[in-house]
């Protein structure tokens, strides 16, 4: 057990338990809270992997800004103060019994990719070699320049799409605003 | 083993290392020791001077703009004013208000201040000298920052009461909002130097950035004031508007936490615009001269922290809409075209090869020039359409007309 | 390079320590008397009116997304920025026009009044 199996363990069980929780937790701020330590723990293994860049997107994106979407839509809700009581029926046994036999079966199937069964290798190269080849990539006109463009559309098509179902509730706000 | 007197820091380091293998232990231990130790100097050290120190320089300097004499009656000068406030502070009794949520209440003072406390990781301090020297130094420091948002949002709901909420949420609003023109400008120093990484950025300053991007730079600086909440921004905690916003019913050494996580934000704020704009601990000698890097840092950091005090006695407070309106509608889109005129204007220098340091100040000043006229423009689209509505009436104020925007 | 990020992983809990020691000494220094007056809710003085939650105004959510959808563009834009040096200009116009397309989305939030603080 070298010290990288060890943290990876550690770093693990955070993000599964906290995942659980999420599950679990009885109020919605809590869930939403749990769910923070989850991603938290993604973008520790993350950095376990080698991958700096992903990890601090991972905190910028999903704990600084979808995160607080998550919390300021739970707040939306007026349910938010209430227990919500048990969050998990009497079926609760067969439920986790079948996910331990799913998880067992999707990690053979994977472990039969020898590939990913051989152990990690060390990268190709410095990871800030990496993050500039990355760059290059997504303007590149043999690579990535088109999925580049198109994530742009998308985005535009995000917003757009929340201006225009959000436009409604705006108006009637303002309509109760002006009695 | 002998000390080199070119790399003090990085002789401490191997010093340390040798001594602790020579002890017995392997390597890895070593180095996660080594970091522990750093770490805890590096705390300990921001903290205490957060804590004590910046306190005092606040009041102080705070003191003498309004023309009175400031704390001087605790030690000299008043410099243990920080020390009395803190023990005042943890003498207090500790109020948990009913119907509060106890784990969120208590983690939310100690979140915020763990999220300017790991700020420092990445600032260099000195040629050799930095916590750590993290390839994607400029995206952590906006990583951590969000940390600090999130714990808003915890204090303001769990205090149970509905004025720390809406304060919270206002807060936060507004946090998130000023976020998006601070990282659109953070590309300009990556831009320039080619990397994200703190050390990476100061090295690639020949010239200050803020010579090449004056207008970046005040977009940072203005967001960044925003982002922690100090005038002309400091509507989340106006006394006379909503008490004290998101910390209402904290009492004791919790409210102290959040204290000292906004005086050590500001502080930190210093530190990150000298690293990113100011050429860190550049400076005549200061190659051959780490110790005087060191120096050169601490005075550019308490310089620019002298700076954010200035503009927080000079302005007054803005209208939480106008904070609003300025963010969206002048802050963001000036971010936006500063990143697409710098990035082209550069590779358009390159290739005329041109010296990039006069095209990018008369890029500058070109922006500069255009946006007044630009706000030239928008100032006399209002005034016509406020010239167009009938005359007000006697009971109608004229201040309904200019209004908000 | 885990060794950078070990020392960050050893800073965050001693920031968290570092600011939960003066609480804790407060536990053991400080008075500890609740009565029911002090133990309320803070309302400027008079009763509490009414349950606490707050009219939650949509537009703190819209504000939310619009930050989300920026977020994500700004952190597209970062790999752009780091691997400039190395571009050439058709490269650079292609992040531009990236840039302008979003720039053309907050144009239109603009116009509809989605950035109004109402």
């Known amino acids: 057990m070298t010290a990288m199996q060890a943290i990876f363990l550690l770093l693990g069980l955070i993000t599964f338990l906290s995942a659980v929780m999420v599950v679990v937790s009885p109020q919605l701020i809590h869930a939403g809270l749990w769910l923070v330590l989850t991603l938290a723990g993604v973008a520790g293994l993350f950095v376990l992997l080698?991958?700096?860049?992903?990890?601090?997107?991972?905190?910028?994106?999903?704990?600084?800004?979808?995160?607080?979407?998550i919390i300021f839509a739970i707040m939306l809700t007026r349910r938010m103060l209430r227990e919500d009581g048990r969050q998990y029926n009497n079926l609760w046994a067969g439920a986790v019994t079948?996910?331990?036999?799913?998880?067992?079966?999707?990690?053979?199937?994977?472990?039969?990719?020898?590939?990913?069964?051989?152990?990690?290798?060390?990268?190709?190269?410095?990871?800030?070699?990496?993050?500039?080849?990355?760059?290059?990539?997504m303007v590149d006109v043999d690579r990535f320049i088109i999925p580049f463009e198109v994530a742009s559309i998308l985005l535009l098509a995000a917003l757009i799409g929340a201006i225009y179902v959000a436009r409604p509730m705006m108006a009637s706000e303002e309509g109760d605003r002006e009695e | 083993m002998e000390f080199d007197f070119n790399n003090p820091f990085g002789s401490i380091t191997r010093l340390l290392t040798d001594l602790l293998l020579g002890l017995g232990l392997d390597q890895p231990l070593v180095a996660f020791i080594l970091a522990v130790v750093g770490a805890g100097i590096l705390a300990g050290a921001t903290l205490t001077t957060a804590g004590v120190f910046?306190?005092?320089?606040?009041?102080?300097?705070?003191?003498?703009?309004?023309?009175?004499?400031?704390?001087?009656?605790?030690?000299?000068?008043?410099?243990?004013?920080?020390?009395?406030?803190?023990i005042k502070l943890v003498l207090k009794e500790d109020i948990t208000p009913l119907g509060a949520?106890?784990?969120?209440?208590?983690?939310?003072?100690?979140?915020?201040?763990?999220?300017?406390?790991?700020?420092?990781?990445?600032?260099?301090?000195?040629?050799?000298?930095?916590?750590?020297?993290?390839?994607?130094?400029?995206?952590?420091?906006?990583?951590?920052?969000?940390?600090?948002?999130?714990?808003?949002?915890?204090?303001?709901?769990?205090?149970?009461?509905?004025?720390?909420?809406?304060?919270?949420?206002?807060?936060?609003?507004?946090?998130?909002?000023?976020?998006?023109?601070?990282?659109?400008?953070?590309?300009?120093?990556?831009?320039?130097?080619?990397?994200?990484?703190?050390?990476?950025?100061?090295?690639?300053?020949?010239?200050?950035?803020?010579?090449?991007?004056?207008?970046?730079?005040?977009?940072?600086?203005?967001?960044?004031?925003?982002?922690?909440?100090?005038?002309?921004?400091?509507?989340?905690?106006?006394?006379?508007?909503?008490?004290?916003?998101?910390?209402?019913?904290?009492?004791?050494?919790?409210?102290?936490?959040?204290?000292?996580?906004?005086?050590?934000?500001?502080?930190?704020?210093?530190?990150?615009?000298?690293?990113?704009?100011?050429?860190?601990?550049?400076?005549?000698?200061?190659?051959?001269?780490?110790?005087?890097?060191?120096?050169?840092?601490?005075?550019?950091?308490?310089?620019?922290?002298?700076?954010?005090?200035?503009?927080?006695?000079?302005f007054p407070r803005v209208r939480i809409d106008q904070v609003m309106a300025l963010n969206w509608k002048f802050l963001t889109p000036l971010a936006l075209v500063i990143v697409m005129t710098t990035a082209v204007v550069d590779k358009l220098a390159l290739e005329q090869s041109l010296p990039r340091t006069p095209v990018h100040l008369a890029l500058n000043v070109a922006l500069v020039l255009l946006t007044i006229l630009a706000l030239q423009a928008y100032a006399r689209a209002l005034r016509r359409k406020v010239e167009g509505l009938p005359e007000p009436e006697a009971g109608e104020v004229a201040g309904a007309a200019i209004g908000p925007g | 390079m885990l060794d950078q990020w070990m020392f960050v992983a050893a800073l965050l809990p001693i920031g968290l320590v570092m600011a939960a020691s003066p609480i804790l000494a407060g536990l053991l220094l400080a008075p500890r008397k609740p009565n029911a007056v002090k133990l309320s809710t803070y309302e400027c003085g008079v009763e509490t009116v009414g349950e606490t939650w707050v009219q939650f105004k949509v537009q703190y959510y819209i504000y939310a997304l619009i930050f989300v959808i920026f977020d994500i563009e700004a952190v597209f834009l970062f790999p752009w920025a780091v691997a400039y040096n190395q571009l050439q200009l058709y490269m650079v116009l292609e992040g531009v026009l990236f840039i302008l397309i979003l720039g053309g989305g907050l144009l239109y939030a603009w116009r509809k009044g989605a950035l109004e603080w109402l």
């Open chain 2, 54 to 86: 910046n306190i005092w320089l606040e009041r102080k300097v705070g003191a003498r703009f309004q023309d009175r004499l400031g704390p001087n009656r605790v030690g000299p000068f008043g410099l243990f004013q920080g020390i009395a406030d803190a």
């Open chain 2, 101 to 314: 949520d106890k784990v969120v209440f208590n983690i939310a003072p100690l979140l915020a201040v763990m999220s300017v406390v790991g700020l420092w990781a990445v600032v260099p301090f000195a040629p050799q000298l930095i916590g750590a020297d993290l390839n994607v130094g400029v995206l952590y420091v906006v990583a951590i920052g969000g940390v600090g948002t999130l714990s808003v949002i915890m204090a303001g709901w769990s205090s149970n009461n509905k004025y720390a909420l809406l304060g919270a949420l206002r807060t936060v609003a507004m946090l998130i909002s000023f976020e998006i023109p601070m990282v659109l400008v953070l590309l300009v120093p990556t831009m320039l130097a080619g990397s994200m990484g703190m050390v990476a950025i100061v090295d690639g300053q020949d010239v200050w950035y803020l010579l090449m991007a004056p207008v970046a730079a005040l977009v940072f600086f203005i967001s960044s004031l925003a982002e922690v909440g100090r005038t002309p921004f400091d509507l989340i905690e106006a006394e006379s508007e909503i008490v004290a916003g998101y910390n209402i019913e904290y009492s004791g050494m919790k409210f102290g936490m959040f204290m000292v996580a906004e005086f050590f934000h500001s502080f930190t704020i210093g530190a990150l615009f000298t690293v990113l704009f100011l050429g860190g601990w550049r400076g005549p000698g200061s190659e051959t001269f780490p110790l005087l890097g060191l120096v050169y840092f601490i005075a550019k950091t308490f310089f620019m922290y002298f700076v954010v005090m200035w503009v927080r006695y000079t």
């Open chain 1, 50 to 69: 080698e991958a700096p860049f992903l990890a601090v997107v991972q905190v910028v994106i999903y704990i600084g800004a979808i995160a607080i979407l």
């Open chain 1, 98 to 137: 079948v996910s331990l036999i799913l998880f067992a079966v999707l990690t053979f199937l994977v472990l039969q990719e020898p590939s990913l069964a051989a152990g990690s290798e060390p990268l190709q190269a410095e990871t800030s070699v990496l993050l500039q080849d990355l760059g290059r990539s």
